[in-house]
């Protein structure tokens, strides 16, 4: 596994890491940062935006959807508050299954799974987004797929499903395998900017469109306030969130 894994290269886990502040990173990796940084410096606020998303949206559906069970896809590596912390900090018996194919996430997957609750379950699956069919089958030893389950695909697609319609037949595959109650809850970039077009070419990242995202929960129902940006996506209390232009936009939506 050591074998597989390059320091001396640039490698967008721990680019992402740097952005949000983070140790897992090398100047490779903060060079390619600052790069996209001094061309796009609100790549900043979208990736701390995305993980304050990650909190309100995993926090919304333990304590309010009442959802026990996390299928956590591109993981990435671990920073603060990781969706097995939420989850069972509002309830310790969540079950939460991260899955990434990175051996670099592999890696720092022991990292990944401290402060886990007594009562609850937290695992790692080391499996393909491109293949649903491994995921599914790995994540029903600790998930029960007879029970609501929330598919979580944050910041991930674009890298691993460049090809729009495959995207959507992934997705379509993931949630044909949960049941009625369950959640589908996705965040990525989007083409809503020239700078985040240019920026997205430096990182290999392919955007969506708004359209393309709306296209990802058909047949689902929206969760208020629908589609938005991270900022404006169920903001804390006490906060209003905000229209100051981002190209990060989310959703989660709920299986009929």
Not at 26 to 39: E, K, N, S
Not at 99 to 109: G, R, T
Not at 175 to 203: C, E, F, H, I
Request: proline share 6%.
């Amino acid at each position: 596994m050591a074998d597989e894994i390059r320091i001396d290269v640039p490698h967008s886990a721990r680019v992402w890491n740097y952005w949000l502040g983070g140790k897992d990173n090398y100047p490779p990796d903060r060079a390619v940062g600052d790069a996209i940084a001094a061309r796009y410096p609100e790549i900043m606020l979208v990736a701390r935006a995305s993980r304050q998303f990650l909190i309100r949206a995993v926090t919304f559906l333990a304590a309010e959807a009442g959802i026990d069970q996390f299928l956590d896809i591109g993981t990435g590596l671990p920073t603060m508050q990781n969706t097995h912390e939420v989850a069972q900090s509002v309830n310790p018996a969540a079950r939460v299954v991260y899955v990434d194919n990175d051996p670099l996430v592999l890696a720092h997957a022991r990292t990944l799974l401290v402060n886990t609750s007594d009562e609850g379950v937290t695992t790692y699956v080391h499996a393909d987004v491109r293949k649903p069919y491994e995921i599914i089958s790995d994540a029903r030893n600790v998930l029960n797929f007879e029970r609501p389950i929330a598919v979580m695909l944050l910041g991930i697609l674009g890298h691993a499903t460049p090809d729009f319609d495959r995207m959507r037949a992934v997705i379509t595959r993931l949630m044909a395998a949960v049941p009625a109650g369950s959640y589908l809850v996705l965040q990525d970039g989007t083409d809503t900017s020239d700078t985040a077009r240019d920026s997205a070419k430096l990182n290999n990242y392919t955007l969506r469109s708004l359209d393309e995202f709306r296209q990802c929960f058909d047949g689902l129902e929206l969760v208020e306030p629908g589609l938005v940006t991270t900022l404006q996506w169920r903001p804390d209390p006490g906060s209003t969130g905000t229209d100051e232009p981002i190209d990060s936009y989310c959703a989660a939506g709920r299986k009929p």
